[in-house]
């Protein structure tokens, strides 16, 4: 079974950083696709970054695109979204997802990702 479990979330002034770690257990890491979504309230779930297998392609959000990176260390089972110059848009819980076969681009849909982790919430305040 494939567990992630996601951390760094917390509340953060405009114009701030974050960083959200990521880490998956259960299986081989480094063969699979991750991605991370978002879910503000009263909105449906919405794509944010992915990266690849190996970790030589993104893939992003246009909105946040220029601002967050994708990021993956296969030694460690970990993958990482790093948010630089917050807005209040941004203001979510983030999910980590898997995807459900090897060696795929970081798909943008979510129904490519079989595992979920529980979600971190990030709140920037203006």
């Known amino acids: 079974q494939v567990q992630l479990v996601e951390s760094g979330g917390g509340l953060v002034e405009a114009g701030g950083s974050l960083r959200l770690s990521c880490t998956a257990s259960?299986?081989?890491?480094?063969?699979?696709?991750m991605a991370w979504f978002r879910q503000a309230p009263g909105k449906e779930r919405e794509f944010v970054g992915s990266?690849?297998?190996?970790?030589?392609?993104?893939r992003y959000a246009d909105s946040v695109k220029g601002r967050f990176t994708v990021s993956r260390d296969n030694a460690r089972n970990t993958v990482y979204l790093q948010m630089n110059s917050l807005k209040p848009d941004d203001t979510a819980v983030y999910y980590c997802?898997?995807?459900?076969?090897?060696?795929?681009?970081?798909?943008?849909?979510?129904?490519?990702?079989?595992?979920w982790g529980q979600g971190t919430q990030v709140t920037v305040s203006s």
């Open positions: 997802a898997a995807d459900g076969q090897p060696y795929r681009l970081g798909l943008s849909i979510s129904n490519a990702y079989l595992y």
């Open positions: 259960g299986r081989t890491f480094r063969n699979y696709a």
């Open positions: 990266i690849n297998w190996s970790g030589g392609a993104t």
